[in-house]
């Protein structure tokens, strides 16, 4: 008995562990965020994002800083504050088309050009209903990258 305790408090300890040094997805929470080359305040700004729901790949963190990478391979560090769990996406193919309905025979309703911002309001199966511009409607999941 106290070997199943035992072994069930390390597998517990290691899958933690795992999960919580995984990558994931976050959008940026305002017009102006700072990427830092550290993580405090104290440290130089980078760059400055000037567009609302990037997402943005968290790889690392300290305290309340998080290390990304974003689209374009830029890494640095930015504030928790500054971060926010929005589902948003960039279109990560050239010519990806917008459909009325989650099925290739729906009917088209815009083509999108590699790198547009899509707000995602739902996903299912392999599709995910999205909101870029004046277009709502449905596209492939594997042509988005970012928080779905």
Not at 12 to 34: C, H, I, M, P, W
Request: aromatic fraction near 12%; glycine fraction near 4%.
């Amino acid at each position: 008995m106290v070997k199943k305790v035992i072994f069930f408090l390390i597998f517990v300890l290691l899958f933690n562990y795992s999960y919580a040094q995984s990558e994931y997805y976050l959008t940026l929470r305002g017009d102006k965020v700072n990427l830092r080359r550290g993580p405090s305040l104290e440290h130089p700004i980078k760059l400055i994002y000037k567009k609302k729901f990037l997402p943005v790949l968290v790889i690392d963190k300290s305290y309340n800083f998080r290390k990304i990478i974003d689209h374009e391979n830029n890494s640095g560090w930015i504030h928790v504050s500054q971060l926010s769990k929005k589902k948003a996406a960039l279109n990560n193919e050239d010519k990806s088309v917008i459909f009325k309905k989650p099925s290739e025979y729906s009917k088209p309703l815009a083509l999108l050009e590699k790198g547009r911002l899509c707000l995602v309001k739902k996903c299912k199966n392999n599709w995910c209903k999205i909101k870029t511009g004046k277009y709502t409607g449905w596209i492939k999941k594997k042509k988005l990258k970012g928080r779905l």
